[in-house]
């Protein structure tokens, strides 16, 4: 039986895009060659390439308007440290948002190539709440921030507005919600949370903001390199690619990201009413500050904790233990998680209360 995926990453994906990896995995595009052992240079797999960049840069809105959409390796870590090699000018300062374990992940690499302002930190709240109130320095080469806090289950709700570029981690909520993205200048994320399999980063780039660090980046660390190659300086992720597209077509197929937008919500607040509403669970992260992704509760008393990991098991859900830093438990309800899953889950948590 098919589990109610809870996993923060890799995580979820639609049925459909199983069901037609797989076949593509068998036969690509009746080609008689699986996509596995096709030449990302084929005329099919450039198609897919193609299509996977322009369809992201359209259901973010961000078509025509000076950005470009790269397919690259290395995970979102590896642009916690492209970003600065490619932003940071010599002696230059960058400006950090401190929010999360990702976010000062970003800062120590950042720190290899100058001075790294973090403007606010909540890390003394172990996290549980975005840093608030904060003031950019204005001769910062650019101001980066993680929209979503997988860990700790927070999110970002308004950006500032800034004199210079504005550089997002968007790793576990790209395409679950309307932004104006055009108010930022890089975006970037891994595959693994919200779009597809492990093994491939979505990072867009606002062209215009390239080429003005002086610094000699290597060739395969370098954004323009890789944008003038179409994303094929090297051998891309071909599979992670192909999968990724599928997602991109089944959502734009759903009505795109505001109409996933609308079903995240009610996911969300399902749950949070259950957690708000249950007196046997509380949330861990402020609740001005809850993440629509990733849903962060505790037992109010750890000795439930094993009848209730029972029972959740036995409902068919997997993958709700929270990470270890905040602990308890997380339910991560990326686009594909249908709501009927969200459903059980607060069944579970009900019927944990009457069995108390
Ligand atoms: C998972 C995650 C990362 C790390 O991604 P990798 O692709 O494993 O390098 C970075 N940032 C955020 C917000 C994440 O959720």
């Known amino acids: 039986m098919k589990k109610h995926n809870y996993s923060a990453g890799p995580c979820i994906l639609p049925q459909e895009v199983f069901d037609k990896s797989a076949q593509a995995i068998l036969n690509f595009n009746d080609s008689g060659l699986s996509i596995l052992e096709i030449s990302h240079r084929s005329k099919d797999f450039v198609a897919v390439m193609d299509e996977a960049r322009s369809l992201a840069l359209e259901l973010l809105g961000l078509e025509d308007k000076g950005y470009k959409a790269l397919f690259l390796a290395g995970g979102a870590s590896l642009e916690f440290l492209m970003v600065p090699y490619n932003l940071m000018k010599e002696g230059g300062k960058a400006a950090y948002l401190d929010s999360g374990t990702w976010a000062s992940g970003a800062i120590k690499e950042a720190k290899f190539f100058g001075e ?111 944008i003038k190659a179409e994303s094929m300086y090297n051998t891309p992720a071909v599979f992670p690619v192909y999968a990724s597209l599928l997602t991109l077509q089944w959502l734009k197929k759903l009505g795109g990201v505001a109409a996933v937008e609308k079903l995240n919500n009610a996911k969300a607040e399902l749950l949070y009413n259950e957690i708000d509403r249950n007196p046997l669970f509380k949330g861990a992260a402020a609740v001005e500050d809850r993440s629509n992704m990733n849903a962060t509760f505790l037992l109010n008393d750890a000795a439930h904790t094993e009848t209730f990991d029972t029972m959740w098991k036995a409902a068919g859900i997997s993958g709700i233990p929270g990470h270890r830093s905040v602990g308890g438990y997380r339910a991560s309800m990326y686009n594909a998680m249908p709501i009927e899953s969200v459903q059980v889950l607060v069944d579970v948590m009900k019927a944990l209360e009457k069995a108390i």
């Open 116 to 226: 790294t302002v973090v403007v606010a930190s909540s890390k003394e709240e172990n996290y549980n709440n975005i840093p608030k109130g904060y003031s950019v320095p204005a001769d910062a080469d650019y101001f980066h921030c993680t929209s979503n806090n997988t860990i700790f289950g927070t999110q970002m709700k308004e950006f500032p507005s800034l004199d210079m570029p504005i550089v997002c981690d968007m790793s576990s909520d790209i395409f679950s919600r309307v932004l104006d993205f055009s108010k930022f200048d890089i975006i970037y994320a891994g595959a693994q949370k919200n779009m597809g399999p492990a093994g491939t980063t979505l990072v867009i780039v606002k062209e215009e903001i390239l080429g003005k660090s002086g610094r000699i980046i290597p060739s395969i660390l370098d954004y323009e390199k890789h």
